[in-house]
Structure formats: structure tokens, C-alpha cells
């Protein structure tokens, strides 16, 4: 009985586990895609690790309900550029406030990753597909 009890609360703990993983993960999320500094005199250190970081580099920030309070700190994304079909990975290091004036459904991101998916940053904002990578 005791065994019984072990093995069905083992199978609960893994069922939970895939549950909140997967509740996590986003695949293909549709968003818009805007330019933002990530260096000294652009703004504030990045929310995730308090540090300003090089535009060279590729960046985004999510708005908040994306952020998730900075569950994807660090954490890489995809984003397709859904105009060309270019896609690039970019590192999460900040977040696009939702509650003071971001939109929800923002990608932010910095002037490589514009490059990379073959960009005018003049545009100013773009339709992307966002995922967890």
C-alpha cells in the first residue's frame, strides 16, 4: 500500500512539473517589435541584472505579462521577422513596463537584433512572432 501511495505521488510530481513547464514556455506568440537602447544615457540599467548592456549585442525586452516578473531574465528568444521570414535568437535582459506606458504586447529590442532580421530601424515598429528558445 505504502509503495502504491510512493509510485502515484511520484507520477503527480511529474505531471505537475510538465504542467507548469509547459504553462511557461510560449511558441509563437504574436507581437510588435520596437528599437531600444540598451546602453548608457538610453534609459535605466536593465531590470534584469541592474547593468546597462552594449546595442551591439542581441537584446530584447518583454512587456510585463511576458516578463513574468523576470522569469525570462536571461533566458534567450526567438523573434521572426514575419515580413521577410528571417528569425534570430536574443537574450532577455530587461522589461517593457506594462504599467507605465508599454503596450502589452511589445518585444523591445536592440538595433543587432534590427540588423540581423534585415531592418530599418526608422520603421519604428514592426510585427513579429516572438517564442521561448
Same mark, same amino acid.
Given at each position: ?26 511558441? %509563437? ?44 531574465? %536571461? ?7 514575419? %515580413? ?50
Amino acid at each position: 500500500m505504502a509503495h502504491a501511495k510512493l509510485t502515484a505521488l511520484g507520477v503527480l510530481v511529474v505531471i505537475l512539473l510538465h504542467v507548469s513547464t509547459r504553462a511557461m514556455a510560449i511558441e %509563437q506568440m504574436p507581437a510588435t517589435m520596437t528599437l531600444n537602447g540598451f546602453g548608457p544615457g538610453e534609459g535605466e540599467p536593465a531590470e534584469c541584472d541592474g547593468k546597462f548592456h552594449n546595442n551591439k549585442e542581441m537584446l530584447a525586452a518583454l512587456s510585463t505579462v511576458w516578463y513574468e516578473g523576470g522569469i525570462r531574465c %536571461q533566458r534567450m528568444i526567438s523573434i521572426r521577422n514575419d %515580413q521577410n521570414g528571417r528569425t534570430v535568437r536574443a537574450r532577455v535582459v530587461d522589461e517593457c513596463d506594462s504599467r507605465h506606458g508599454c503596450k502589452d504586447n511589445i518585444v523591445d529590442t536592440s538595433v543587432a537584433v534590427w540588423n540581423a532580421l534585415g531592418l530599418d530601424t526608422n520603421i519604428g515598429e514592426v510585427p513579429v512572432t516572438w517564442s521561448d528558445s
